[in-house]
């Protein structure tokens, strides 16, 4: 039962490819996927890319080509919910594609062909990966202030092929997106595809992502300074407590 942990960028892989126990590197469709043992579990190491396509394509290599029994994503996205704060880690319950949109003939942001907006996440492994993350969390509190002190959220995340850089466009999005009764939490730009293509091939899905930006005018300078210096090392304390805790 091998678990696939996908990331979209290199430095949110962190650590994990070093860590590898028996590394074996693949490469397919253009992308390097690392076979190995990481806690004693089988997993393969993937990188989505950017965006919804390239997260698509890697997504569907991981269940046609690898197999694997499910996918776990870990990465970094932009805060919009209320009280959602740069550091804090946002697991995902659902998802929905802010920029999808066949409206009238759908309601707005409905998947056509999917019945719905939202694409649910796996309540077991999303409780494991909420653990998972209370625990690093914890780990880090000596170096934070009592006020900053970093929390984890659970609930709605959705993905677009945007980056979210002005307080007015994730205002406007937040804001219409609730009207309808989606209270989105954060916003990145692959999730929801991974979670379509799982669904496609019933498997199992959930997501960590850890706020690097609040997706407004200063998000560009945020995003950098937290994906050099601090998203590698949630992704390493996160996913080796999840695989540590998930049943052999
Ligand atoms: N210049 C960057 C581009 C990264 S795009 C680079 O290549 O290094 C941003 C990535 O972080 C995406 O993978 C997305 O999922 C996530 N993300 C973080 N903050 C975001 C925001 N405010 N809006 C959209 N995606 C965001």
């Known amino acids: 039962m091998t678990t696939a942990i996908l990331s979209a960028l290199p430095e949110e892989q962190g650590g994990l490819v070093h860590a590898l126990a028996q590394p074996e590197r693949i490469t397919h469709a253009g992308r390097a996927f690392w076979r190995g043992h990481l806690q004693g579990q089988p997993v393969v190491l993937a990188l ?3 965006g919804k396509v390239a997260a698509a394509t890697t997504a569907t290599v991981l269940a046609e080509r690898f197999g694997v029994a499910r996918i776990v994503f870990t990465g970094v996205a932009g805060g919009v919910g209320e009280g959602v704060q740069v550091g804090d880690v946002v697991v995902a ?3 929905l594609q802010h920029d999808i949109d066949a409206s009238p003939i759908f309601p707005r942001w409905e998947v056509p062909g999917y019945g719905g907006a939202r694409m649910v996440c796996d309540p077991v492994l999303s409780a494991l990966l909420l653990e998972a993350a209370g625990a690093c969390l914890a780990g880090a509190e000596d170096i934070c202030d009592a006020q900053n002190r970093p929390r984890t959220h659970a609930g709605l995340m959705a993905s677009g092929d945007r980056f979210v850089s002005t307080a007015q466009e994730s205002g ?4 219409a997106l609730l009207a309808a009764g989606h209270d989105v ?3 990145e730009m692959e999730g929801a595809a991974v979670a379509q293509v799982c669904r496609d091939y019933g498997l199992p899905f959930a997501a960590v992502r850890t706020i690097s930006d ?8 945020d995003f950098a300074h937290f994906v050099q210096n601090v998203a590698s090392r949630y992704a390493d304390g996160i996913v080796h407590r999840f695989l540590q805790a998930l049943p052999k």
């Open 48 to 50: 989505s890319g950017i």
């Open 214 to 221: 609040r997706a407004d005018d200063s998000a560009h300078v």
């Open 93 to 95: 319950q659902d998802y």
């Open 172 to 175: 406007t999005l937040r804001a």
């Open 185 to 187: 939490l954060a916003v």
